[in-house]
């Protein structure tokens, strides 16, 4: 995950899992700010459009 960050920015990145077949992996990149940009703010611009 740190280093599909690096290449193509925090902006375009969203977190999934393959649930039920797997248990979901919460990267730690070192930021509250980061992992609410993966799993919250991201997949919302994903699904519905740029704020």
Known sequence: MDALVRTVG?????NGSDRPYAAPVVP?????TARHALRTTNPLC???GSP
Request: hydrophobic share 55%.
């Open 10 to 14: 925090i902006d375009v990145t969203v």
């Open 28 to 32: 730690d990149l070192g930021a509250d």
């Open 46 to 48: 994903l699904l519905h």
